[in-house]
């Protein structure tokens, strides 16, 4: 099974790939490497290297197990990497829910996040009791992929919290509710959307924008 720990510890790399692999190894030696477009985005986001660790988990169990070996040393960003793109793969799911899990108790908001919607992808209904608490968090996006837990997860169910999120102080989660409200075509929320048209931010005057013209289909 595999051992996981939410602390860092730098240990030497023990990982050899095999030689005949090039594409492995051209991508590990990426991933390695400096994000080249870190300038046009924060440095936090992790998109690059989450796209070069999927392409990684594609070339099958010795890619994954790089990626395994990868998380008790990876600096902050290749981590947020490699936890959104096991967080994508389709790979066992008791294993991926012990990790995802093990994760939640990391002390780094956005490792927290990741593993949360980890744990929205593998539908982990059984993770509600340390997953919910979270809503009440001081970070946006941690109350985020709460809502998105509760939203793909419980349905219908979770609309009176979406819909008290809409008032949310940050524009983050006031986005991610409107977004989660138009997915489970709740038209009772309509009236509730109708102000955020004049939100102060412009993505969520976008969102409302969209999600509205959505549910008034269906209402």
Do not use: C
């Not at 492995?24 to 690059?48: M, V």
């Not at 992808?121 to 608490?133: I, M, T």
């Not at 959307?193 to 013209?213: K, M």
Request: net charge negative.
């Amino acid at each position: 099974m595999w051992q996981v720990t939410t602390t860092p510890v730098i240990t030497k790399r023990s990982y050899l790939p095999r030689p005949e692999n090039s594409v492995l190894n051209k991508l590990i030696t990426t991933f390695r490497s400096p994000d080249p477009e870190t300038n046009q985005y924060s440095a936090n986001i992790g998109i690059y290297f989450e796209e070069i660790a999927f392409q990684i988990l594609a070339q099958g169990s010795t890619g994954l197990d790089f990626l395994m070996e990868e998380l008790t040393q990876a600096d902050f960003v290749r981590l947020r990497g490699i936890l959104a793109a096991l967080g994508r793969a389709a790979l066992p799911s008791f294993q991926l829910r012990e990790l995802f899990r093990q994760y939640l108790k990391d002390q780094r908001v956005l490792i927290v996040a990741e593993a949360i919607d980890g744990l929205t992808h593998l539908k982990d209904k059984e993770a509600s009791p340390q997953v919910l608490p979270f809503l009440s968090h001081s970070s946006p996006y941690l109350r985020g992929s709460v809502l998105r837990y509760l939203s793909r997860l419980y349905g219908v169910e979770a609309k009176d919290t979406l819909i008290k999120s809409l008032d949310d102080p940050h524009y983050l989660v006031r986005e991610n509710a409107v977004d989660e409200l138009a997915d489970l075509g709740i038209t009772e929320a309509i009236p509730h959307l109708r102000p955020l048209l004049q939100d102060v931010s412009a993505e969520v005057r976008q969102a409302a924008e969209t999600a509205l013209e959505e549910l008034q289909e269906l209402a």
